[in-house]
């Protein structure tokens, strides 16, 4: 079964950045599709982004031009590059697969306040 650890959430003033970090293991990682999605206070669960095998990748509407995603299968991991955060962003941060399984991690909160 996959493991994954999400790790990299904090604290930010609004504009302010932050890099995630999901590490797998437990699975060929590389020929996978994988997503972020996070949840905010009160909301559903919600897609952030997703990279494919071949590096393509999508972006939500809510963080296009301000996340990126990206992956190193060399060392199983999934990375969140998030700058130009605003308020909205606070949620948790979750990776899984694309589309999600029922497997997820512990998920790393990241918070934008002033």
């Known amino acids: 079964q996959v493991q994954l650890v999400e790790s990299g959430g904090g604290l930010v003033q609004p504009g302010g950045s932050l890099r995630l970090s999901c590490a797998a293991s437990?699975?060929?990682?590389?020929?996978?599709?994988m997503g972020w999605y996070r949840q905010a206070p009160g909301k559903q669960r919600e897609w952030v982004a997703y990279?494919?095998?071949?590096?393509?990748?999508n972006y939500a509407d809510s963080v296009r031009g301000r996340f990126t995603i990206s992956r190193d299968n060399a060392k199983t991991t999934l990375y969140l590059q998030m700058n130009s955060l605003k308020l909205e962003d606070t949620a948790v941060y979750y990776c899984n697969r694309f589309p999600a399984t029922q497997n997820w991690g512990q998920g790393t909160q990241g918070t934008v306040s002033s």
């Open positions: 437990g699975t060929i990682f590389s020929t996978y599709a």
């Open positions: 990279i494919i095998s071949s590096g393509s990748t």
